[in-house]
Structure formats: structure tokens, C-alpha cells
């Protein structure tokens, strides 16, 4: 076979569009599109994936085939991302194709994004001042500032901030919020972290603890020191009130400790 034989022309190639025929088998409405003549050649190359050979075929079976553009061969992404048991998703709105999950963990409402119907505090035993009092509050995960005690970074969660009594040590300090879900929502699931800055505190034994209607739905597992994230997924069908409460367990805190944990990539799936 000579070069003649297998050597196409594509005319009027849009940017990206190997990608999105790939996935859609059709061009869209893009703002502004780039447009380009090229020269591209098929030479019937395979795609083999941990030894075994992978059919390319866009959405509707038909069968796609690698290119080869200026010494550079570019693939068929839908099959490759199958072949990695890995979802494509092509979101013709934003221009971009998503591989595996479309955002952190796939929830259709971040906890972040709901407005708390009440914030408290309590203390197992010991006393309130008002400079702990004050002090002790919840604010938003900054994805630019705060990470968790393995230097992790995320794009949304809450900071849960515990401060020590000045008036003598307190046990068992707590923080809890408390959200309107109005059986919305049928799980509920993110990560409980340690803060970078208290990554190393002798202090630090917290537990997370989900409420769903005044009945315990949760309990984690102790974070400390050395502990990573922990992961959970609650089931909250039915559930018209849901409570989180984060409690640091067993340790004495006065007025100069201060704790940090996290709620992050947190939230709600219908």
C-alpha cells in the first residue's frame, strides 16, 4: 500500500474536534470556533490496552480510527476511557469532555451551597467563655489556603474551628449544624479531615457524627494525628432535618488550643 492509499484530506478541521466526533458523531455550536485546514493520515493504527486490543467506536458502534497529524497520533477518547472502565462525557455547553466523574463526587448539591438552618456549640464538661465562645466557628474550605494534614487541597467544604475555654480546661468541645432537607436527597457523602495546622496536635481527637431527624445515622472513626481523610456515604432517604456534629472526644483544651477539621468535597445526591 502505497502513501496515496491511505493518506486523507480532512477539510475545515475545528480544534478539538477529533474529540468531540469522537463522542458525539456530530459538530456543535462552539463560540468562535478556530477553523483550520490539515492534512491527516489513517494507517490502520491499533489501540491495545494492557495487551488487549480495543475496538474504537463512537457513541453509535460506529468504528473510529486513530490519526496521525504532524507526527503526533491522537486517539479516539471515548474509547480509550471505556477501555480504563472510565465514563466520557462530552458537555457540548462548556466545550469539554469529562473522563470518569464530571466534578469531585458526582453530587447534584454541595454541602457548601446550602444555607444552615442552626449553628451551636457544647461542651461535655468544663466552661464557655466568651473568647472560646466566640471563637468557636464554622467557615468555608478557601481552595487556596487551607489543606488537610497530608497537604491536600479541595474546591469546596467547611472549617470547622474549635478554640479552648480561658477559664479552665474543656472536655468533649462540640460545633453542630444543622440543614433543611425536606427528603430531597437520598445520600449524603464526602471526607472528614484533620487541618494542615493542626496536623500535628496532641490535642486533636475529633469524631464526625451525622443526624438524620434526631437519630444517629454516623458515627466515624477517631481523627488524630497521622490519621488520613476518612470517607463516608450516609443514606438520607426520607430524611427532612439532617445534623452534623464534630466533637473532639477525649482531651483536655484550654484557652491556647485551637483545632482545625474539615467537611470536604461534601454533599447531597438525588
Do not use: C
Not at 458523531?25 to 477553523?35: C, D, F, H, I, K
Not at 491527516?40 to 460506529?62: C, E, H, P, R, W
Not at 479531615?193 to 472513626?221: F, M, N, P, W
Request: overall charge negative; proline content about 2%.
Amino acid at each position: 500500500m502505497n502513501k496515496q492509499n491511505f493518506k486523507q484530506k480532512i477539510a475545515i478541521f475545528s480544534t478539538g474536534f477529533v474529540a468531540a466526533a469522537v463522542l458525539t458523531t456530530a459538530t456543535s455550536a462552539w463560540a468562535a470556533p478556530l477553523q483550520k485546514q490539515i492534512t491527516a493520515f489513517f494507517n490502520g493504527t491499533k489501540i491495545y490496552v494492557d495487551g488487549k486490543l480495543v475496538q474504537s467506536t463512537d457513541a453509535k458502534g460506529n468504528k473510529i480510527e486513530p490519526l496521525v497529524y504532524e507526527g503526533t497520533t491522537y486517539l479516539p477518547v471515548r474509547a480509550v476511557g471505556e477501555a480504563f472502565n472510565s465514563k466520557v462525557t462530552w458537555d457540548a455547553p462548556g466545550n469539554s469532555i469529562y473522563i470518569g466523574k464530571v466534578n469531585a463526587n458526582d453530587h447534584d448539591v454541595p454541602l457548601s451551597s446550602l444555607d444552615f438552618l442552626s449553628e451551636s456549640q457544647s461542651i461535655k464538661w468544663g466552661h464557655l467563655d466568651w473568647k472560646s465562645h466566640s471563637s468557636n466557628k464554622v467557615v468555608a474550605w478557601s481552595s487556596e489556603d487551607d489543606m488537610d494534614n497530608a497537604g491536600t487541597n479541595y474546591n469546596n467544604g467547611l472549617k470547622f474551628e474549635l478554640v479552648g475555654s480561658g477559664t479552665g480546661a474543656t472536655h468533649g468541645l462540640a460545633m453542630e449544624r444543622e440543614y433543611l432537607l425536606n427528603q430531597k436527597y437520598k445520600s449524603f457523602s464526602g471526607s472528614f479531615v484533620l487541618h494542615y495546622d493542626s496536623r500535628s496536635s496532641e490535642e486533636a481527637h475529633a469524631t464526625l457524627k451525622i443526624y438524620g431527624d434526631d437519630q444517629l445515622l454516623y458515627t466515624s472513626d477517631k481523627l488524630e494525628k497521622g490519621v488520613l481523610p476518612i470517607d463516608f456515604d450516609v443514606n438520607v432517604t426520607n430524611i427532612n432535618k439532617l445534623k452534623i456534629v464534630i466533637t473532639n472526644t477525649d482531651s483536655d483544651m484550654d484557652y491556647k488550643d485551637k483545632l482545625y477539621f474539615g467537611i470536604v468535597n461534601a454533599g447531597f445526591k438525588k
